[in-house]
């Protein structure tokens, strides 16, 4: 198993800057390759990739509306994923979801990772 536990969302003013991080923890991790991700769900709307990166983290993946102001990084020695989110914009407002599956490449559909974390909240302010 692995457990996945987001920090560091809160309320922000548009143009502001926030970074998450998500530290993973259990045997699967430290024994396996596993790829991760940034998700996040609005109210209302479907939960969408944010960022992915692969277990090498030099295949990163940025959805089309965070390109060019979020970074997604990893640091393994720490089992831990950042994302890094500058100029953030009100529809950034969201929960956003750490997740991680088995195996190389990097994923961007929901559907095929295996472990979550419980959320955190990110608002942004106009």
């Known amino acids: 198993q692995v457990q996945l536990v987001e920090s560091g969302g809160g309320l922000v003013q548009a143009g502001g800057s926030l970074r998450l991080s998500c530290a993973a923890s259990?045997?699967?991790?430290?024994?396996?390759?596993?790829?991760m991700a940034w998700f996040r769900q609005a109210t209302g709307k479907e939960r969408d990739v944010v960022a992915a990166?692969?277990?090498?983290?030099?295949?990163?993946y940025y959805g089309d509306s965070v390109k060019g102001r979020f970074s997604i990084s990893r640091e393994n020695a720490k089992n831990t994923v950042y994302l890094q989110m500058n100029r953030l914009k009100p529809e950034d407002t969201a929960v956003y979801y750490c997740?991680?599956?088995?195996?190389?490449?990097?994923?961007?559909?929901?559907?095929?990772?295996?472990?979550w974390g419980q959320g955190t909240q990110v608002t942004v302010s106009s």
């Open positions: 259990g045997r699967a991790f430290s024994t396996n390759a596993m790829g």
């Open positions: 997740a991680a599956r088995s195996g190389f490449g990097v994923a961007t559909s929901p559907n095929v990772y295996d472990y």
């Open positions: 990166i692969d277990w090498s983290g030099r295949m990163p």
